[in-house]
C-alpha cells in the first residue's frame, strides 16, 4: 500500500468504507505478527 493511502486511512473519518475500498484496490495478506518498528495507534 502506497505510504499516502496509509495516511489517508489513518485520517478517515469513515475507516470501514474507507479499508473496504483499500482491500478491493490493493493486494494484502494477513501479518503473521506485529512487525519489529511498526505504527500504533
Known sequence: MP???FVA???A??????NNHI????AFR???E???GSLDD
Open 23 to 26: 482491500a478491493t484496490n490493493y
Open 13 to 18: 473519518f469513515a475507516k470501514a468504507a474507507f
Open 9 to 11: 486511512f489513518k485520517s
Open 3 to 5: 505510504l499516502e493511502a
Open 30 to 32: 494477513l501479518a503473521q
Open 34 to 36: 506485529k512487525a519489529a
